[in-house]
């Protein structure tokens, strides 16, 4: 079935340096790839998305990259600051479909 | 404040007891979705409605059920068949029901059977 494959499950990073978490989806339709940020005891939050007629994407300090050719797709976060530790889910999702298929998401945690 | 308003926040429940958490938006979106959340999981797709007065079942829908009278409404009943129900439970909504729209979350309501 269709699945999307995040790594790593967790990451460690010293405060300043870049962070990048790596998704992978199976279905060859899909053409929408948010990521979200979800912080303790609460609902996950968009931080950015791409869709697949697009190769990359910035937003300040973070970007995503799509290659729709290998079906892979990263989020890459610069500079990081502790309140950036979360935990970060991909997800992707085609119109033909009614839903996304979420990630298992990376816990990064961003040591002062 | 526009918004997605889950609640409870902590929700206690008896084996053998139906219990319902209370979702609510006013954001004015047609679609709302219940995800369920469990430790080192991805988020599973419980029940999803696209309009009112309608809802599909999801990839994990056994021992759950759902009703949409109203638009801004979409209450998720655990019922006692639920094997498993201690999780924590995620609603959405969107503007549309096409996936390929920005899906905004409440803040979750954490189920516990004691």
């Known amino acids: 079935g269709e699945n999307v494959e995040q790594h790593p499950s967790t990451l460690s990073v010293q405060e300043g340096d870049s962070a990048v978490i790596k998704c992978t989806y199976s279905d060859s339709a899909s053409n929408y790839f948010p990521w979200y940020k979800q912080e303790l005891g609460k609902g996950p939050q968009l931080i950015i998305d791409?869709?697949?007629?697009?190769g990359e994407k910035k937003d300040q300090r973070i970007a995503v990259t799509l290659n729709k050719t290998a079906k892979h797709f990263s989020l890459h976060i610069t500079e990081t600051q502790p309140e950036d530790s979360a935990v970060y889910f991909c997800a992707a999702g085609h119109s033909g479909t009614y839903k996304y298929i979420f990630g298992t998401g990376t816990r990064l945690k961003v040591l002062a | 404040d526009g918004g997605i308003t889950q609640s409870p926040k902590y929700l206690f429940r008896k084996e053998g007891q139906n219990v319902t958490l209370s979702c609510e938006q006013n954001l004015n979106h047609d679609a709302m979705y219940w995800y369920r959340q469990d430790p080192g999981q991805g988020l599973r797709l419980i029940y999803y409605?696209?309009?009112?007065?309608?809802?599909q079942k999801g990839d994990i829908a056994e021992g759950y059920s759902v009703s949409r009278e109203k638009k801004e409404s979409f209450p998720l009943t655990v019922t006692s068949a639920q094997k498993n129900p201690t999780a924590f439970y995620l609603c959405?909504?969107?503007?549309?029901?096409?996936?390929?729209?920005?899906?905004?979350f409440g803040q979750g309501t954490r189920l516990t059977v004691v």
């Open positions: 409605s696209q309009i009112v007065n309608d809802f």
């Open positions: 791409i869709r697949s007629n697009v």
């Open positions: 959405a909504s969107s503007t549309t029901g096409a996936p390929d729209t920005e899906a905004f």
